[in-house]
């Protein structure tokens, strides 16, 4: 099984990568006995490979090697910073020069990271559009840190970031194994995720 992580944090280090850490640790915890292989992307490393990508019409190999990962990839983690109250234009750019088939039915966590919690709606308007678009499957719990979340704060009536980021891995497991995110952390198989689908679906 292969994850790959993209993050488009542009320090270092990194509040949007301490993220996508804590996602993929969180993911591969409830993968015990898959032994996922893990690929972190950061694409602050490939801001001029993407940018050149646009001007020629072909990616670089070190590009390439990325884009290649993305697809390859059983399950996708993708964490940008909101700026402007929208993913970066560096997180937006890498999945425009992805070929627009790669995350076809591919189970993938939206997370970010802002200074103010009045950005987190910016993973429901922007993130989730962007790969409803490219018809990735999406998991339910989109996951937002501010810079509050990261003292373990909340409030009684808010799971904290933790809770979050295990709640989301959860999913993302369940995707993966075709299990719901219950039997994920209880390590039980239900039914498969295509049957899930198709009792939702409406009945003639």
Do not use: C
């Amino acid at each position: 099984m292969k994850l790959a992580v993209v993050t488009a944090g542009l320090t270092q280090p990194s509040s949007t990568r301490l993220l996508a850490d804590r996602l993929a640790e969180a993911a591969v915890r409830r993968l015990a006995g898959h032994e996922p292989d893990v690929r972190v992307i950061e694409l602050r490393e490939l801001a001029g490979d993407v940018a050149n990508a646009f001007v020629t019409g072909f990616p670089n190999a070190r590009l390439r090697a990325a884009l290649d990962a993305v697809t390859e990839a059983d399950g996708l983690v993708a964490v940008t910073p909101i700026f402007s109250g929208s993913y970066s234009g560096l997180f937006k750019s890498f999945f425009d020069v992805l070929d627009n088939t790669a995350l076809t039915g591919k189970p993938v966590l939206i997370a970010a990271t802002g200074g103010t919690a009045r950005h987190s709606l910016a993973l429901e308007h922007a993130l989730r559009p962007l790969f409803a678009y490219l018809r990735a499957v999406v998991v339910p719990t989109a996951v937002y840190a501010a810079a509050e979340d990261w003292g373990g704060g909340q409030d009684a009536f808010t799971d904290g970031l933790g809770e979050r980021v295990e709640r989301a891995a959860g999913e993302l497991a369940g995707l993966l194994t075709h299990r719901a995110p219950e039997a994920a952390d209880a390590g039980e198989e239900v039914v498969p995720f295509e049957e899930q689908l198709a009792a939702l679906r409406p009945k003639r």
